[in-house]
T-cell receptor, first 112, second 115 residues
Framework: GQNIDQPTEMTATEGAIVQINCTYQ??????LFWYQQHAGEAPTFLSY????GLEEKGRFSSFLSRSKGYSYLLLKELQMKDSASYLC?????????????FGAGTRLAVHP | SAVISQKPSRDICQRGTSLTIQCQVD?????MFWYRQQPGQSLTLIAT?????????ESGFVIDKFPISRPNLTFSTLTVSNMSPEDSSIYLC????????????FGQGTRLTVV
């Protein structure tokens, strides 16, 4: 079966660093995604990891360990606009095509 | 990057009726995906639509309730049939190209309220 776990809520202070963890179990792992979703809007793509290690993109970094079934999203220099839900999604290769399986999302609140 | 236009953006419907949601992509794509996002929850995959074949439904979703069309490589529709208040959700389409691609793009979503 497939299972993706991430914390439900987190809070952090403007200017700080926050790490959002995600653990997963899937049979046909073919990459891990992080999306940002503001209330009432569609998800927007943040990062993609398919090999072990750290991918850095500006203030956001994402890490993957396939052997541990673990990823994290690191947000630096937090801004108020970073208050949003962060969705961990695993791409699962099954039946001849990829599909994305989403975790429940982590609601991040950034306060002054 | 693909640009996805989804409509309607929102609708309020009477129970027992049906609503068809359209998804138009500005480039040809092999796979299109339909998701549901219930209030306060994450995205759940409803089905995968591949042009020229029947859609593949995930556990808990059936064709009679959510018929899907995929007439060409740039367009798909999802119909929510015989609606009940439990169908009130945001419905999103997404595009992907298969193993070599990154399914990074979503339509803006259709916010459906069933009364």
């Amino acid at each position: 079966g497939q299972n993706i776990d991430q914390p439900t809520e987190m809070t952090a202070t403007e200017g700080a660093i926050v790490q959002i963890n995600c653990t997963y179990q899937t049979s046909g792992f073919n990459g891990l995604f992080w999306y940002q979703q503001h209330a009432g809007e569609a998800p927007t793509f943040l990062s993609y990891n398919v090999l072990d290690g750290l991918e850095e993109k500006g203030r956001f970094s994402s890490f993957l360990s396939r052997s541990k079934g673990y990823s994290y999203l690191l947000l630096k220099e937090l801004q108020m606009k970073d208050s949003a839900s962060y969705l961990c999604a695993v791409r699962d290769w099954a039946g001849g095509y990829n599909k994305l399986i989403f975790g429940a999302g982590t609601r991040l609140a950034v306060h002054p | 990057s693909a640009v996805i236009s989804q409509k309607p953006s929102r609708d309020i419907c009477q129970r027992g009726t049906s609503l068809t949601i359209q998804c138009q992509v500005d480039s040809q794509v092999t796979m299109m995906f339909w998701y549901r996002q219930q209030p306060g929850q994450s995205l759940t995959l409803i089905a995968t639509a591949n042009q020229g074949s029947e859609a593949t439904y995930e556990s808990g979703f059936v064709i009679d309730k959510f018929p899907i069309s995929r007439p060409n490589l740039t367009f798909s529709t999802l119909t929510v049939s015989n609606m009940s208040p439990e169908d009130s959700s945001i419905y999103l389409c997404s595009v992907g190209e298969g193993q070599g691609s990154v399914e990074a793009f979503f339509g803006q979503g259709t916010r459906l309220t069933v009364v």
